[in-house]
Nanobody, 115 residues
């Protein structure tokens, strides 16, 4: 099983980033996909989630209207479009695959929002 995040980096406040998580080794379409953030010195928080068939998405209140989670079940990839980013969005973003049987984690990609 592999979950490989990419797309992180340094971005100025108000800018945009698109994170990707490419997966393999499990049946992607049967898993809900989630993005977590681990901020410096902070607890890990759930930022966004999308169900296996894309019928539902959920967001952390502070990112609603700015972030969009999506998935491509044909490419086994989940995305997080981050717009109008703020310094408090800084952290390591981790991709997670979850269903009743298993939970798999990626290694994360660093996002730093700073001028």
């Amino acid at each position: 099983v592999q979950l490989v995040e990419s797309g992180g980096g340094l971005v100025q406040p108000g800018g945009s980033l698109r994170l990707s998580c490419a997966t393999s080794g499990f049946t992607f379409s049967r898993y809900d996909m989630l993005w977590y953030r681990q901020g410096p010195g902070k607890d890990r928080v759930l930022v966004a989630a999308i169900t296996s068939a894309r019928e539902r998405t959920d967001y952390l209140d502070s990112v609603k209207g700015r972030f969009t989670i999506s998935r491509d079940n044909a490419k086994n990839t989940v995305f997080l479009q981050m717009n109008n980013v703020k310094p408090e969005d800084t952290g390591v973003y981790l991709c997670t695959a979850h269903n009743v049987d298993n939970t798999y984690w990626g290694q994360g990609t660093q996002v730093t929002v700073s001028s």
